[in-house]
């Protein structure tokens, strides 16, 4: 397949280093020569199966805008941009385009995701989140720990889950959920030793929405790469 990575940064060139692993061909741009968005034409997306974006959130969003209408599809592993997730799904459905979109798109946490979905059926618990990353991750809370708080409250309607978030050197993700009783304590928790996990499933998912028309959660569909 042919791929085109959006971002030069420690994951995007890993994304890309990843992909040719998998034989596929890639090209990548960094800002400099997609400015606002302005690289990405028909002309420039013809033949490519999938373009992966890992920028930030203002460049993800005028991405995935030129994308979505030349009827192309986007894997997004941008995070901070959500407020604009219906503008974009309607982009895909007006254009036949394809948006994969997801706070974190490693396997190991869309099972930290599933796990979580089952400890909040316990009654009785008090749910915290705490979440640490790099000083120079854009957005806090993360978009993973915002998932995992919106797995709790919608298990237990009336529930607020505070999250704490650190900044720290180079950390490349951890997530703890802590159920707490008067009783006992239960953790679960996901610690990223690098960043290849979140690559990795990038690189899947754009595999998978290759060919594809339509908006998808990478929750939605990882159980199929």
Request: net charge negative; aromatic share 8%.
């Amino acid at each position: 397949m042919n791929f085109l990575v959006l971002g030069k940064g420690k994951t995007g060139s890993l994304v890309a280093e990843i992909a040719i692993e998998r034989g596929h061909s890639v090209r990548s741009l960094d800002v400099t020569e997609n400015q606002n968005g302005e690289g990405l034409t028909a002309a420039s997306l013809s033949g490519v199966d999938a373009v992966i974006d890992f920028t930030a959130p203002e460049a993800a969003v005028q991405n995935m805008t030129a994308v979505l209408s030349c009827g192309s599809r986007i894997v997004v592993g941008t995070t901070g941009w959500y407020e604009h997730l219906d503008a974009m799904k309607a982009l895909a459905e007006q254009y036949k385009g394809g948006l994969l979109y997801g706070t974190n798109f490693s396997i190991g946490v869309q099972k930290l995701f599933r796990l979580t979905a089952e400890l909040a059926k316990l009654g009785g618990y008090t749910f915290t989140i705490a979440e640490t990353h790099h000083v120079t991750k854009l957005d806090a809370p993360s978009g993973t720990a915002i998932t995992l708080r919106q797995i709790i409250e919608a298990a237990q309607p009336g529930t607020k889950v505070e999250i704490t978030s650190h900044r720290i050197a180079d950390a490349k993700g951890e997530h703890v959920v802590t159920a707490q009783s008067d009783i006992d304590t239960l953790t679960v928790s996901h610690d990223a030793h690098s960043r290849r996990g979140f690559a990795q499933g990038a690189v899947f998912a754009a595999e998978w929405l290759a060919g594809k028309s339509g908006t998808w959660e990478f929750r939605e569909i990882f159980n199929q790469i």
